[in-house]
């Protein structure tokens, strides 16, 4: 079973420890199509439930990262910032956009219920 839980926005949450890994999910960047500028927060921002924290900007169009609930960015991936196409060769590992603090809970789907929202 996947510790991975994933948001409607199509962005999927990886918890370690009292931190949270959140990227785009493979169904959102093979949407997106070849993603070019990636654009993160800066550690330390916070941030409200919903609000954007960050842009994703593809041939295709720009999508939004929105946070699943409010906490702080403590760490950004910067190797996805110098090197966009690692969202695309791998979202859902090397391909990571931020860890964050939540400071509420997130509603996140599991893995069944995401599979259902995307087919």
Same mark, same amino acid.
């Given at each position: 079973?996947?510790? &991975?839980?994933? &948001? #409607?926005?199509? @962005?999927? %949450?990886? &918890?370690? *420890?009292?931190?949270? $890994? !959140? =990227? !785009?999910?493979?169904?959102? #960047?093979? #949407?997106? *199509?070849?993603?070019?500028?990636?654009?993160?927060?800066? $550690?330390?921002? +916070?941030?409200?439930?919903?609000?954007? !924290? =960050?842009? !994703?900007? +593809?041939?295709?169009?720009? =999508?939004?990262?929105?946070?699943?609930?409010?906490?702080?960015? $403590? @760490?950004?991936? /910067?190797? %996805?910032? =110098?090197?966009?196409?690692? $969202?695309? +060769?791998?979202?859902?590992? /090397?391909?990571?956009? %931020?860890? %964050?603090?939540?400071? @509420? #809970?997130?509603?996140?789907?599991?893995?069944?219920?995401?599979?259902?929202?995307?087919?």
């Amino acid at each position: 079973m996947s510790d &991975t839980q994933y &948001t #409607q926005d199509h @962005e999927w %949450v990886r &918890t370690e *420890g009292d931190l949270h $890994v !959140i =990227g !785009i999910t493979d169904y959102a #960047q093979a #949407q997106l *199509g070849d993603v070019v500028y990636v654009d993160l927060p800066g $550690v330390g921002r +916070s941030f409200a439930s919903g609000e954007s !924290i =960050g842009e !994703i900007e +593809s041939t295709k169009s720009v =999508g939004e990262l929105l946070a699943p609930a409010a906490g702080e960015v $403590v @760490e950004v991936n /910067d190797e %996805v910032a =110098g090197d966009p196409t690692l $969202v695309n +060769s791998a979202p859902e590992a /090397d391909g990571w956009l %931020v860890k %964050v603090r939540f400071t @509420e #809970q997130p509603a996140l789907l599991d893995e069944a219920a995401y599979r259902e929202l995307t087919a």
